[in-house]
């Protein structure tokens, strides 16, 4: 055989680029009030509750009732992705990457947009008439992770709806909760679920549906975690966190001529969040040891 047959060898190669496993896209923002806005800052009014005077005497003056009313500032951010694609990659490749680029960029800003409603649900809110004064995250509003450290049990969801509950939260309003894949586990293992309950949740485990005791689950692993390493779980009535997008996620495909005539896949958006009501966002620590 001869020497040289080595350089009739063919390499194969795949004819699609395989993106690696990553969140595809916003998983929160179906769950939020979503609203657009124009500027670098949006304001969004709110009307509080008032009390009706009980009138004790025919022809009696009317009664003159000072609506309260609250204001909640957003500042928007602006986010960006771009990646250039040489020709001679195309050729290397044999196969043209844009398109795959241009779902990771999609993708990218989706994480963005849940990282912006995550970080709002349980940080300082900017209020007043110019947004100058601090609202922080109503510490009555959090759940502990219990003694001894506990993950996600029934009575701590049943606790966190009690006080979405007993903050007047309209019912008819849809409760989320954002959870860990752990946390899922940990009901699972809880002994105070019931047998009916246990199905419930194993159905959740699996998938084959996402509601239990009042609220849509939603799985993330953009939770963060507190100073004890404790999950900080999110439950939240929908309109109680306001997304503002200032523009949507926009793509742009172009070759970049100071580039060598590089294809540049580039991506933008500007988003904003903030809590709207503190009644409506519950803390759920949950310890993951």
Known sequence: MSSQITTAFVNQFSANIQMLSQQMGSLLRPAVDVETVNGEKAFFDQVGSAAAVLRTTRHADTPLIDTPHSRRMVTMSDYEYADLIDDQDKVRLLVDPTSTYSRAAAAAMGRA???????????????????????????????????????????????????????????????????????????????????????????????????????????SNRLGVDSSSYRRVIAFASDGIKLAIGKEPTARIDERADKSYATQVYYCQSVGATRMEEAKVVEVLCSEA
């Open 113 to 219: 947009m849940d990282d912006v409603i995550i970080s709002a649900a349980l940080g300082n809110a900017k209020t007043g008439k110019d947004g100058s004064t601090t609202t922080a995250f109503d510490s009555n509003n959090q759940i502990g992770v219990g003694s001894p450290a506990t993950g996600l049990t029934l009575s701590k969801l049943l606790e966190a709806k009690e006080i979405l509950d007993a903050g007047n939260v309209d019912p008819s309003i849809p409760r989320y909760i954002v959870v860990a894949p752990k946390q899922i586990s940990d009901l699972l293992g809880d002994t105070t679920v019931t047998s009916s309950d246990f199905n419930t949740v194993k159905a959740l485990a699996q998938g084959e549906l996402n509601q239990f005791v009042g609220f849509t689950f939603i799985t």
